[in-house]
């Protein structure tokens, strides 16, 4: 092969790779352990576009260089594959979730294998494989089986707390669990029944049923997650969403709330991600107070981080959930609180977080007392209070709060500041007037002490208490799909919940006629027939939620196929915890949150030895899409280009960017493209159809998704490998432009030629290196490790660009043969092939990363620009120990100094060390 061809080569060693288990890896305690792992993809229809390898490709060149350096590399691959879409295309097909499930994971295998990625297939998990879903079933019977201790700030087996039950009753356990868990004596204990018992233990539990708030949508038949409901309807569909109260299986997150927290200090994770789980979990020290419904008996908890602020209180706001609203509406409100609460509630919690503009509420007619100050203050509803943070009732504060004011203003009501003191006043009768008041007690404090001082009078008064807060909540663990994993748990005559036994499991999906709720409502398993534990009991109906598989699936791939643990001991201790994860940020407050729970979760139950699951997290930018655009001519078939469009009346179209080169479009492929555009017009510019241009997200709506089978096809996947990474940082947003690519496929030819001759035969020689190109060579090694090591992976993809052009008269082994290990990790395929054909027989990844020598790279010599009478000449090279005296006098014999010099003898010749050498005639 005489020029460079992808296509002669790229399959071939793909083949090789596979075949010869290459990139398979076992436990190797003589070796130091190197753990990549990608976010894993949920494998839709649609299959990969070449936005979605970015990461890939980076990890891989990460995987691939620490395999070079002597590292045992763990690098796997699996997928995420029960969801919502799998089950919506069956309920439309009819077609089994697991048949389309499979197509779509061939086709992203083997999009993945045509990119050439060092994936150990042999530890493949998908999530909805049996084999893999019995270890989550299994970890959610530990959960079920445990409590957490909050003296011993870890989670114990609930065996430890029915030891606890019948010595001492519920008195000295300090544990997290429902806040109006049951208060009973030892004796009590004894004494209660089965289900008594069962009642309360389901109180503690890690994992437990409770009525919760949720997000439903009928038409899918199933809760939502937060992040599945956007503007009050399903992001998939676009179904309405309602918010009601059903009982559902939960985790308790927020036992784990604080150490979620504190260890978020010690993670190399950007600061940004670290911040997003810092305010989603949360925490706020502060002081619950009570506020006594007037004329009722009645009493209101109210969380607030600033109970100094008191004083300033003219209104109290409930949550629209709150269960209290219908005692505390009056019938001359009831209609008009009704309407609102209907409305209200319906609007999930996040977009009532992200809604700061929306001013909306409605007053119950009841009031409540100011505890301190005695004062009646109105009581409304609003749905900017959320019923899952603190107690869903906040004490309105307007001066100091901006949503606070802006309802206060919106509906009228008193806004008063609240002042340390009065000396400093202009007008002491502002105070009079309402618009200020003087908290008395808290005269001259600081903000903290204030704050202090307010909770110990609250204290004092027995109306309030210290309480540290979170606005984490407990995550709600149920779904009403069928395409899901079992909840391995049945149910007894009295409807208490049992865990099927660890020899039974996997619990299996049965087979179901339709992927629908039942007539009675019941999730899609209640269609199943002959599916009860032991023939008499029901078993649990929902199934767990998409984030459970993902929750703990780094920990599988360690030993993958282990029919016995979810991972051995000796697995589990020698891969420890994720090196290096890349995936998108949009899983930071979800997946990451829901996955360093779970980790804790087996970490202080002893199953493994590492408390965060994650050590380096790095977030990949998002490769934008560049839609073409057409200008039709409007009551036309006609369409102007671009350069024309003002001179008529247009409407814009996207078009498929894949018949667009150059923003010139193929106009017979256009008319081709689609039925209605087949007598298409065209008003040209120079002969040529010119297109608009947009950078935006690639999505199959705006025809701008670049297929990466395509690239592969046309330029290779080396080259698709290397120009993902050449487009910029790998944490940045960039756009995609097929044109550039152009760059990268010249530099691997380029770069081919450097090895092979016209006939197809190596050219490199034994012959000894100039110091001019080792120092070439150790320039690039060492900048090319330390851009894996900083992903820099851009900047090495220049280096490597610029040594090719630098070292292109080479060809001395003791510089190519290193070359092609510094290039593999980015363009495995034409490393490969050149490697053997200069002669080597065992794979280029069985070889060592070279290391660069300083002596190199140390400047021996200064190449000095040449000015006469003040313009520059020319430039010639001096040793840099060469005294200024001997550069002075041998800078005359230059020829083309003597050609400018014209035989006169120069006033001065001034040498500058490294810098400059400056002749004057």
């Known amino acids: 092969m005489a020029e460079y061809n992808h296509k002669e080569f790229e399959a071939k060693w793909q083949s090789y790779w596979s075949e010869n288990d290459i990139y398979k890896v076992e436990v190797d305690e003589s070796k130091p352990k190197f753990y990549a792992l990608d976010m894993f993809p949920y494998p839709s229809g649609a299959g990969l576009h070449v936005g979605h390898p970015l990461g890939y490709i980076a990890s891989d060149i990460v995987s691939r260089y620490k395999m070079l350096k002597g590292f045992n590399v763990l690098h796997p691959m699996g997928f995420d594959s029960f969801g919502l879409p799998a089950e919506q295309y069956a309920i439309e097909t009819g077609q089994h979730p697991a048949i389309t499930t499979e197509q779509n994971i061939a086709t992203f295998k083997s999009q993945m294998n045509k990119i050439g990625f060092c994936y150990d297939w ?64 030892a004796e009590e204990w004894k004494g209660f029944s089965e289900i008594e018992k069962a009642t309360i233990l389901l109180q503690y539990r890690l994992t437990f049923l ?56 010690d993670l190399d994770w950007s600061d940004s991600v670290k ?28 969380f607030t981080t600033r109970p100094d602020t008191i004083f300033g209180v003219t209104y109290v706001v409930l949550a629209p959930e709150h269960e209290a609203i219908t005692e505390l509406t009056t019938p001359e409100q009831k ?81 008063i500041r609240v002042i340390e003191g009065t000396e400093d006043l202009e007008d002491p009768t502002e105070i009079k007037k309402g618009k200020m008041i003087n908290s008395g007690f808290l005269d001259g404090m600081h903000s903290d002490e204030a704050i202090l001082a307010a909770i110990n009078k609250a204290v004092e008064l027995g109306v309030g208490d210290a309480k540290v807060n979170f606005r984490i909540r407990d995550a709600v663990f149920s779904r009403q799909r069928y395409w899901g994993e079992p909840v391995p748990v049945y149910f007894d005559e009295n409807e208490i919940p049992h865990l099927i036994k660890e020899s039974e499991m996997p619990l299996e999906l049965p087979a179901v006629d339709e992927y629908l709720p039942t007539a009675e409502g019941e999730p899609p398993l209640g269609r199943a027939t002959d599916w009860k534990y032991e023939d008499q009991y029901h078993y649990e109906l929902t199934t767990m939620p998409g984030w459970a598989g993902s929750s703990w699936y780094f920990l599988r791939y360690m030993d993958a196929n282990n029919a016995e643990a979810f991972a051995s001991k000796e697995a589990v201790k020698y891969w420890k915890e994720v090196d290096f994860y890349l995936g998108g940020t949009e899983h930071a407050t979800g997946h990451l949150l829901y996955s360093r729970f779970w980790n804790m979760f087996l970490y202080d139950m002893g199953f493994i030895g590492h408390e965060e699951p994650f050590k380096k997290l790095v977030n990949q930018g998002m490769i934008q899409g560049r839609s073409s655009l057409v200008y039709k001519v409007k009551g036309t078939n006609q369409f102007v280009s671009h350069g024309l469009k003002d001179n008529y009346e247009t409407q814009t179209l996207y078009v498929d ?161 290193p070359m092609l290990i510094l290039l593999a990790p980015y363009a495995p395929h034409i490393a490969e092939e050149l490697w053997h054909k200069i002669g080597n027989t065992e794979s ?76 004057v005639v």
């Open 122 to 185: 042999g530890r493949e998990l998908r999530t909805s494989d049996p084999s893999f879903y019995k270890w989550t079933q299994w970890i959610f019977a530990q959960l079920f089986d445990a409590w957490y201790d909050k003296d011993a700030d870890k989670a114990r087996h609930i065996n430890d707390l029915v030891a606890h039950f019948e010595a001492n009753g519920s008195e000295g356990i300090n544990a997290e669990k429902d806040e109006d868990a049951t208060v009973f004596t």
């Open 210 to 265: 409770s009525e919760a708030m949720v997000n439903w949508c009928p038409a899918l038949g199933t809760v939502l997650a937060n992040d599945e409901v956007k503007d009050g309807v399903s992001e998939r569909g676009g179904h309405p969403v309602e918010r009601k109260k059903m009982k559902q299986w939960m985790m308790r997150i927020t036992a784990y709330a604080d150490r979620l927290l504190r260890n978020l200090d």
């Open 275 to 302: 911040e997003m789980q810092r305010n989603w979990i949360g925490k706020s020290n502060g002081c619950e107070l009570d506020f006594k419904v007037v004329d009722k008996d009645i009493h209101l908890t109210a």
């Open 335 to 415: 209609a008009a609180v009704e309407e609102y609460v209907e409305k209200a509630k319906n609007r999930s919690e996040r977009e009532r977080q992200a809604d700061v503009k929306t001013v909306s509420g409605v007053f119950t007619g009841s009031y409540v007392k100011n505890p301190l100050t005695g004062e009646d203050v109105p009581l409304w509803i609003a749905d900017y209070v959320l019923a899952g943070y603190g107690t869903g009732v906040v004490m309105a504060v307007p001066s100091s709060d901006d949503r606070d004011f802006r309802f206060a203003n919106h509906f009228d009501l008193p806004i």
């Open 657 to 817: 960017v894949n018949i667009v080169e150059k923003d010139v479009l193929d106009t017979e492929a256009f008319k081709e493209w689609r039925q209605d555009y087949a007598d298409a017009e065209f008003i040209l510019e120079d002969g040529k159809y010119i297109c608009g241009s947009l950078v935006e997200k690639m999505s199959k709506s705006k025809y701008n998704v670049v297929n990466p089978d395509v690239i592969i096809e046309k330029y290779g996947a080396d080259t698709l490998r290397m120009y993902e990474m050449f487009l910029g940082p790998l944490q940045d947003a960039k756009p995609w432009k097929t044109d550039g690519i152009e760059g990268v496929a010249k530099f691997l030819k380029r770069f081919w030629k450097l090895y092979i001759n016209e006939n197809g035969e190596s050219i490199v020689s034994d012959d000894k290196a100039t110091p001019a190109e080792m120092k070439i060579l150790h320039q690039t090694i060492k900048k090319a490790a330390e851009d894996v090591e900083n992903l820099s992976f851009n900047t090495s993809v220049s280096q490597f660009m610029v040594a090719s052009r630098e070292l292109a008269k080479c060809d001395k082994r003791e510089v190519l043969e």
């Open 844 to 919: 280029i990844f069985k070889a060592e990363f070279p290391v660069h020598d300083e002596k190199y790279l140390v400047e021996s010599t200064h190449e000095y620009p040449v000015s006469i009478n003040g313009k520059m000449r020319t430039k010639v090279v001096y040793a840099l120990d060469m005294d200024k005296d001997a550069i002075a006098e041998d800078v005359l014999k230059n020829e083309i100094v003597q050609k400018w010099v014209e035989g006169k003898t120069p006033k001065k010749i001034i040498v500058v060390p490294k810098r400059i050498i400056n002749i």
